[in-house]
């Protein structure tokens, strides 16, 4: 009877210390090292949760991964850079819906001695084809990230099937942006990054932009709120809000006014044509 009486007070106890709690508001965020690297997520994340009221908790992975955690139904929304992905994302039913946000680009890393000869190119194929042929160490992220499935693009459109043509210069590291840049920044290596968290990386010592402005470099970043039906447990709701306020014209405005070192790295794209 004892523990009866007492289960039961302390049920009461608790139901009178939650009744007066505030109803959570809070969205688990899938999404890329490269948009947690750059700092986006810090100076953005404050203004959406003055604007909706929600906060945003970021799981910060390559885009393979954030796309096996939307998956997995661990994550309410998931934000990344592969659009053949995202698309077969939604094809399978993962999401009923991808969201174009914002673009950038990639750039091409390499030391100011650069051994390979790249400097000033803008045909990032023909500047692959020198790091192959001159077998100069170059780092990659190997971790199907957004920023590694461009790599392999790029290696194809060189002509170059870098699963077998890949030697002692080739080094996949399978971690992130930031690791594979401080990597190429000790070793002297070529890396493949995109631009903004290249802008807001702080170790750069002798490495710099020698390749960029080629099209096939360009970067689009696409949204998509977990399928509730294949999961229930999705915050349905606040997903979709989170997803609206990003694409309304003050979520864009506001990616638009994000800036490192004056510059701006991002360009909101909501609204552009085939995005």
Not at 220 to 247: C, D, R, S, T, W
């Amino acid at each position: 009877m004892r523990t009866a009486h007492a289960l039961a007070a302390a049920v009461i106890l608790f139901a009178a210390a939650t009744a007066g709690a505030p109803p959570d508001r809070s969205i688990v965020l899938a999404s890329t090292t490269s948009t947690q690297d750059s700092g986006l997520f810090d100076y953005l994340l404050p203004i959406v949760k003055q604007h909706t009221g929600i906060t945003v908790r970021v799981v910060a992975q390559g885009t393979g991964q954030a796309l096996e955690t939307a998956r997995r139904g661990d994550c309410d929304v998931v934000l990344v850079h592969a659009r053949s992905e995202e698309l077969k994302f939604v094809a399978e039913g993962g999401s009923l819906r991808r969201y174009p946000v914002m673009d950038n680009d990639f750039v091409l890393i390499g030391q100011k001695s650069d051994p390979a000869a790249i400097g000033g190119m803008n045909d990032a194929a023909r500047a692959f084809r020198s790091i192959r042929d001159k077998k100069v160490l170059f780092i990659s992220r190997g971790d199907r990230s957004g920023t590694n499935l461009a790599e392999l693009s790029l290696w194809k459109a060189a002509g170059i099937d870098i699963a077998k043509d890949k030697g002692a210069w080739y080094e996949s590291i399978g971690q992130g942006m930031g690791a594979a840049l401080n990597m190429a920044s000790a070793r002297g290596a070529y890396v493949l990054s995109d631009r903004a968290t290249w802008a807001n990386f702080r170790n750069k010592a002798d490495l710099r932009i020698l390749v960029e402005g080629d099209k096939r470099m360009f970067n689009q970043y696409g949204v998509m709120l977990v399928n509730p039906v294949k999961h229930p447990n999705v915050k349905k709701a606040l997903g979709q809000a989170f997803i609206e306020f990003l694409i309304s014209p003050e979520g864009q405005q506001a990616i638009a006014n994000y800036r490192i070192d004056g510059r701006q790295v991002f360009y909101p794209d909501a609204n552009a044509p085939g995005a």
